[in-house]
């Protein structure tokens, strides 16, 4: 059975090949920039808190 840093670096070998290779689709921003994404606000007037 392998240790878990022989998992690791296969991992990270297989990743390094497949961006050597170009075959990892485009890097995406999987989140909005609107002014309160991510931070808490306020559901009826829609401003942040400070």
Do not use: C, F
């Not at 390094?16 to 606000?41: C, F, T, V, Y």
């Amino acid at each position: 059975m392998p240790s878990q840093n022989q998992i690791r670096e296969s991992i990270t070998n297989q990743i390094l090949e497949s961006i050597q290779k170009n075959d990892l689709l485009p890097w995406r921003r999987p989140w909005a920039l609107d002014k309160n994404a991510g931070h808490p606000a306020n559901v009826v007037s829609k401003n942040g808190y400070r």
